[in-house]
């Protein structure tokens, strides 16, 4: 079942049998690097990220690209909790937050995150009500800063991460 489906692009919650495929994206230093690594990633630390309940809403999802697995996605409700750990004050609003992923490096630089991003801002508008989506990139990332402006977000602070890496809070306002 998708819970986007759109031409090219169609959006799946995650499975168990999707574990290996994870595992390989996160496990691929050129992805790591591209992203600005998250730490070492195992069979444990994929079951520990990707399964295990979160303090809030979270949708997890693989995305597909004319018909191929291209990466992954989570996109989460942000709670008071989580927001204090991104040091964002949500003003009573209803923000998600989306972290995200294209694990085939023969997808990159072709827009399809920046599409991916638009179509799961409509799905967020649309289905959960949201006002401000974030989307948090390594500040050095700047293909990515520029896909995620192209998607309609903007830079509004930045985050100290777990490693000790900077990132960039960029935020969509509806």
């Known amino acids: 079942m998708y819970i986007i489906d759109s031409n090219d692009i169609k959006v799946r ?4 049998s999707d574990k290996e495929l994870l595992l390989k ?9 591209y ?6 990633y195992d069979e444990k630390r994929i079951e520990e990220v990707y399964y295990t309940n979160w ?3 979270i949708i997890r999802v693989i995305i597909e690209y004319k018909g191929k697995n291209i990466g992954s996605s989570q ?13 964002y004050d949500t003003n009573g609003k209803t923000v998600y937050a989306v972290d995200t992923l294209i694990g085939e490096k023969d997808y990159w630089n072709k827009g399809i995150e920046t599409e991916y991003l638009k179509l799961v801002l409509d799905y967020l508008k649309n289905n959960k009500n949201a006002d401000i989506v974030l989307i948090g990139p390594h500040k050095d990332n700047q293909e990515l800063i520029d896909a995620y402006k ?3 977000f903007k830079r ?7 490693m000790g890496l900077t990132y960039y809070i960029m935020e ?3």
């Open 55 to 57: 303090p809030s809403e």
């Open 25 to 33: 994206w996160l496990s691929n230093e050129d992805v790591q690097n």
């Open 150 to 152: 192209n998607a309609g």
């Open 172 to 174: 969509h306002k509806f």
């Open 35 to 40: 992203y600005g690594g998250h730490g070492e």
């Open 13 to 16: 919650l995650l499975k168990d």
């Open 156 to 162: 509004c602070t930045e985050l100290i991460g777990p």
């Open 75 to 87: 996109i989460y409700f942000m709670s008071d909790e989580i927001s204090k750990t991104y040091n």
